[in-house]
């Protein structure tokens, strides 16, 4: 599996403070490593955000990601208001 973080997600990730940004590295290494995905709460998204997933970083943020043809695509770091 190979693994791409777009800017949008570089953007957002610098933009939270630093103890989300540590919280979001352990989240992502996990996920790569392939294990946790129960902990990480890995589900499909719905509505218009239907063709992507999300996993969370802490109890406010999730990671949304785009997986396809053996790619993983981080596209951005969020909180539960985007949701909505």
Do not use: W
């Not at 973080?5 to 790569?32: G, H, I, P, W």
């Not at 490593?33 to 902990?39: I, L, M, P, Q, V």
């Amino acid at each position: 599996m190979q693994f791409l973080y777009t800017a949008r997600f570089l953007r957002s990730l610098k933009n939270c403070d630093e103890a989300v940004q540590d919280d979001v590295f352990q989240a992502v290494e996990l996920f790569e490593k392939g294990n946790s995905t129960e902990a990480l709460k890995l589900h499909k998204l719905h509505g218009k955000f239907k063709p992507y997933h999300a996993f969370s970083a802490n109890f406010s943020y999730r990671i949304i990601i785009k997986i396809e043809k053996g790619t993983t695509y981080y596209l951005d770091v969020v909180t539960h208001d985007v949701y909505k």
